[in-house]
């Protein structure tokens, strides 16, 4: 069986490394965690994997298909744990209207 998540050699950098050559394959039924101390990546992990970063060196395949296929956008979703790295006022509706063009096919009619 193809694995849900398969990331192969995945490096983001900053002013330095961040992310180095990253191989992780996560299967159908597992649980997976990221822990790390503040600055070693997760959220930077998290955005590539949501489609809103790019990686400079890479792989990201999601059921053996890349994000920038259409129909992962309604398979695949994420909880921000905070608000911290939103404004403060950034609203619900603000915030779906941030990222609905990120979507081609966004429906407005399902979100309201």
């Given at each position: 069986?193809?694995?849900?998540?398969n990331?192969?050699?995945?490096?983001?950098?900053?002013?330095?490394?961040?992310?180095?050559?990253?191989?992780?394959?996560?299967n159908?039924g597992e649980?997976?965690?990221l822990?790390?101390?503040?600055?070693?990546?997760?959220?930077?992990?998290?955005?590539?994997l949501?489609?809103?970063?790019?990686?400079?060196?890479?792989?990201?395949?999601?059921?053996g298909?890349t994000?920038?296929?259409n129909?992962?956008?309604r398979?695949?979703?994420?909880?921000v744990?905070?608000?911290?790295?939103?404004p403060p006022?950034?609203?619900?509706?603000?915030f779906?209207?941030?990222?609905?063009?990120?979507?081609?096919?966004?429906?407005?009619?399902?979100?309201?």
């Amino acid at each position: 069986m193809e694995p849900v998540l398969n990331i192969s050699n995945l490096s983001i950098s900053f002013e330095k490394p961040l992310l180095d050559q990253l191989n992780l394959q996560i299967n159908a039924g597992e649980f997976v965690t990221l822990m790390g101390e503040t600055g070693s990546g997760k959220t930077t992990l998290m955005e590539v994997l949501m489609g809103t970063r790019r990686p400079a060196e890479g792989n990201v395949r999601f059921w053996g298909r890349t994000f920038e296929s259409n129909d992962l956008n309604r398979k695949i979703g994420w909880v921000v744990s905070s608000r911290e790295n939103y404004p403060p006022f950034l609203s619900v509706d603000g915030f779906l209207k941030v990222l609905s063009p990120l979507y081609s096919d966004w429906d407005w009619k399902f979100t309201r």
